[in-house]
């Protein structure tokens, strides 16, 4: 019995200790891992954080038209161009989360507790998602991209798809042709 009390007291001890601190990681070769402190402008945002602000400020500006062109990736043909009135919205992109769930379960001791973020689609109150509603306010995903602005201050944003590029700007693009191939011819 004593031996049972003084194990029980020595783990007991070792449970209230504090956990040293993991080791930073490391390659296999020795390599440890890099940090660097990134410097923020005199609005406190990154540049990161600045060209994203900026992105949503400018996908979401009433009125605005863009410049949209599918490129041919084994030519170099631009294929279709078209302006663009607002932005170009992915396929994926919702007003609604695409999974839902009633989200309130009993704790056992009386009270509810709930799971994800509270939603309500149509007039059905109660339901839960863990989708969160992105910065632009809509749920879903995106076809990934890139975007910039150039050295005059024209956005761009451009797609890579396999045989096509797609770019996107809010200035027309100087381009050699425009070839418009809408439709395949018949036999």
Same mark, same amino acid.
């Given at each position: 019995?004593?031996? !049972?009390?003084?194990?029980? !007291?020595? !783990?007991?001890?070792?449970?209230? %200790?504090?956990?040293?601190?993991?080791?930073?990681? $490391?390659?296999?070769? =020795?390599?440890? +891992?890099?940090?660097?402190?990134?410097?923020? %402008?005199?609005? =406190?945002?990154?540049? +990161?954080?600045?060209?994203?602000?900026?992105?949503?400020? @400018?996908?979401?500006?009433?009125? #605005? &038209?863009?410049? $949209?062109?599918?490129?041919?990736?084994?030519?170099?043909?631009?294929?279709?161009y078209s302006t663009v009135k607002g932005k170009v919205t992915s396929s994926g992109k919702r007003l609604t989360p695409t999974?839902?769930?009633?989200?309130?379960?009993?704790?056992?001791? =009386?009270?509810?507790? #709930?799971?994800?973020?509270?939603?309500?689609?149509?007039? @059905? =109150?109660?339901? $839960?998602? #863990? +989708?969160?509603? %992105?910065?632009?306010?809509?749920?879903?995903?995106?076809?990934?991209?890139?975007?910039?602005?150039?050295?005059?201050?024209?956005?761009? %944003?451009?797609?890579?798809?396999?045989?096509? &590029?797609?770019? &996107?700007?809010?200035?027309?693009?100087?381009?050699?042709?425009?070839?418009?191939? $809408? +439709?395949?011819? #018949?036999?």
């Open positions: 019995m004593r031996v !049972f009390i003084f194990f029980a !007291f020595f !783990f007991s001890i070792l449970a209230c %200790q504090t956990p040293l601190p993991a080791p930073p990681p $490391m390659s296999a070769s =020795g390599v440890k +891992e890099a940090r660097v402190e990134v410097q923020v %402008q005199s609005d =406190g945002l990154t540049v +990161e954080q600045q060209n994203i602000r900026d992105r949503l400020l @400018m996908d979401n500006e009433p009125g #605005s &038209i863009k410049h $949209m062109y599918v490129i041919s990736a084994y030519s170099g043909d631009v294929l279709i999974t839902v769930a009633v989200g309130f379960a009993g704790t056992g001791n =009386g009270s509810v507790a #709930s799971f994800g973020i509270p939603v309500t689609i149509g007039n @059905m =109150g109660g339901l $839960m998602t #863990s +989708e969160v509603l %992105q910065d632009d306010g809509s749920y879903g995903t995106s076809d990934p991209y890139l975007f910039w602005w150039d050295t005059r201050g024209v956005y761009h %944003q451009h797609f890579l798809s396999g045989g096509q &590029i797609v770019h &996107i700007s809010d200035q027309p693009l100087n381009v050699g042709k425009i070839v418009l191939n $809408m +439709e395949l011819e #018949s036999p």
